[in-house]
Nanobody, 131 residues
Framework: QVHLVESGGGSVQSGGSLRLSCAAS????????MAWFRQVPGREREGVAY???????SYEDAVKGRFTIALDKEKRTLYLQMNNLKPDDTAMYYC?????????????????????????WGQGTQVTVSS
């Protein structure tokens, strides 16, 4: 499995921007897709953005037009540029690597099981947006 480490979280005011990074190390296998998820304590983890190994990107409706996912294969680093942040974006953000390209069409439970089984999670980075 690949080891993932997120960074870039922090506290910003509403309307501000942050860029999250997720550095991959360890296994040399290339995942079929990578993604960002987020979770608020007491609530279910939710998907945010997805990118396949062919460059196809997908976003959940809540972040479309504000967030951009990108993958630098040479640096083995996944990014999430977050603009026009809102208080509702406050959460722990996790990156994930998967061996399928279908995370974006799975239910959240299916996606979590897929990643738990044969993928990898990062440890998370906290994003806090104040109004």
């Amino acid at each position: 499995q690949v080891h993932l480490v997120e960074s870039g979280g922090g506290s910003v005011q509403s309307g501000g921007s942050l860029r999250l990074s997720c550095a991959a190390s360890g296994s040399t296998y290339s995942p079929s897709s990578m993604a960002w998820f987020r979770q608020v304590p007491g609530r279910e983890r939710e998907g945010v953005a997805y990118i396949d190994d062919d460059g196809t990107k997908s976003y959940e409706d809540a972040v479309k037009g504000r967030f951009t996912i990108a993958l630098d294969k040479e640096k083995r680093t996944l990014y999430l540029q977050m603009n026009n942040l809102k208080p509702d974006d406050t959460a722990m953000y996790y990156c994930a690597a998967a061996q399928v390209r279908t995370l974006k069409v799975m239910t959240i439970l299916q996606a979590i099981r897929q990643i738990d089984g044969v993928g990898s999670w990062g440890q998370g980075t906290q994003v806090t947006v104040s109004s």
